[in-house]
């Protein structure tokens, strides 16, 4: 959204443009530039850092870079960053819109790229591609398993913290169970050891290791473009979906725990004795003590 925000005012204000400079980094290590130089107002710079560019880039990611932003990613670039775009505002296509759309959606473009990939092969019956795995957090990757029906995605999750791990296991095992209420979802499944199909990789786990989360994608949930876009998309996007619920999940009981809190001391407050009875007098002014 930020980057969107920074986009549309430099487009907006192309009468007028400034130099600015404006860096911002997500939750899983990667990082945004848009950067406009004071000599050169009108050339505005989108630069992308992601963990497994590398990875990303020989699984999809050249081609879809090559397809979606022809014209607008530089030969190299910004040091510091793997791809970087350029576009001249004051020269700019007939629907800004799009190239707005392209710059805030350039991380999910190139996260969902080995996604599609597989997909695509699955929906037009081909020669589906290797399996890979993506390093995309620290100590925690994606493994993609092509076949000629299905696709076979795992997330190896892990935390830090041994209360979000606790918390993390309950809502991944939840996750899993709830496929026996939600029609034509696909296969979920939650385990802590390996999978069959990660035997044959060299696969460490730390010591915040939760466990394995895996989705079976059949051509069903990708039959059209559409589906297609939409499973890349969510599961490009699953562990910060984790990462939000888990953080909301934590928020509501520390807000549960000091309710509690508040009306157990209101309790002990209402429960302190008064103190011994005053006397008081009667009509005649003579005083007595109520038993």
Same mark, same amino acid.
């Given at each position: ?5 920074t986009?549309r005012?430099?487009i907006?204000?192309a009468d007028?443009p400034?130099?600015? !400079?404006?860096?911002?980094c !997500?939750? !899983?290590?990667a ?5 406009? !130089? @004071?000599e050169a107002p009108t050339i505005?710079?989108?630069?992308i850092?992601v963990?497994?560019?590398a990875?990303?880039y020989d699984?999809?990611a050249?081609?879809?870079?090559a397809n979606?932003y022809?014209?607008?990613?530089t030969?190299?670039?910004?040091e510091?960053f ?6 001249d ?6 629907d800004p819109?799009v ?8 991380k999910?473009n190139l ?6 990939q597989a ?5 037009? &019956? ?12 620290k100590?925690?990757?994606i493994?993609?398993?092509p076949a000629a029906?299905?696709?076979t =995605?795992f997330?190896s ?7 979000e791990? @606790?918390i ?9 169970e ?7 979802g696909p296969? =979920?499944?939650?385990?802590f050891?390996p999978?069959?199909e990660?035997q044959s990789?060299?696969?460490t786990l ?6 394995f989360l895996?989705?079976?994608?059949f ?5 059209n ?8 998309t969510?599961?490009q996007?699953f ?8 953080k @909301?999940? &934590?928020s ?14 209101k309790?002990l407050?209402? @429960?302190?004795p008064?103190g011994?009875?005053k006397g ?7 005083t007595? =003590?109520?038993?």
């Amino acid at each position: 959204m930020i980057v969107e925000e920074t986009v549309r005012g430099k487009i907006e204000a192309a009468d007028r443009p400034e130099p600015c !400079d404006v860096r911002l980094c !997500d939750f !899983d290590g990667a990082k945004f530039r848009v950067f406009v !130089d @004071a000599e050169a107002p009108t050339i505005v710079y989108v630069s992308i850092f992601v963990r497994c560019y590398a990875d990303l880039y020989d699984n999809g990611a050249a081609e879809m870079i090559a397809n979606v932003y022809e014209g607008l990613f530089t030969e190299e670039a910004e040091e510091g960053f793997d791809l970087t775009l350029c576009f001249d505002i004051a020269n700019l296509p007939d629907d800004p819109e799009v190239l707005i759309s392209k710059c805030c959606q350039l991380k999910r473009n190139l996260m969902a790229a080995p996604f599609e990939q597989a997909f695509m092969a699955v929906q037009q &019956k081909t020669t589906p591609p290797p399996p890979c795995s993506l390093p995309f957090r620290k100590d925690e990757w994606i493994y993609i398993f092509p076949a000629a029906n299905k696709v076979t =995605v795992f997330y190896s999750v892990s935390f830090d913290d041994a209360n979000e791990q @606790a918390i993390a296991r309950v809502f991944l095992q939840e996750f899993a169970e709830a496929k026996q209420r939600v029609k034509n979802g696909p296969p =979920v499944s939650f385990k802590f050891d390996p999978p069959t199909e990660l035997q044959s990789m060299d696969v460490t786990l730390p010591e915040s290791h939760v466990g394995f989360l895996s989705f079976i994608i059949f051509e069903s949930h990708v039959r059209n473009q559409e589906r297609l876009v939409n499973s890349a998309t969510l599961l490009q996007s699953f562990r910060s979906y984790l990462h939000y619920h888990l953080k @909301a999940s &934590k928020s509501y009981l520390a807000t549960r725990m000091r309710t509690r809190v508040a009306s157990l001391l209101k309790t002990l407050k209402e @429960a302190k004795p008064k103190g011994p009875s005053k006397g008081k007098k009667n009509a005649k002014g003579k005083t007595f =003590v109520r038993k």
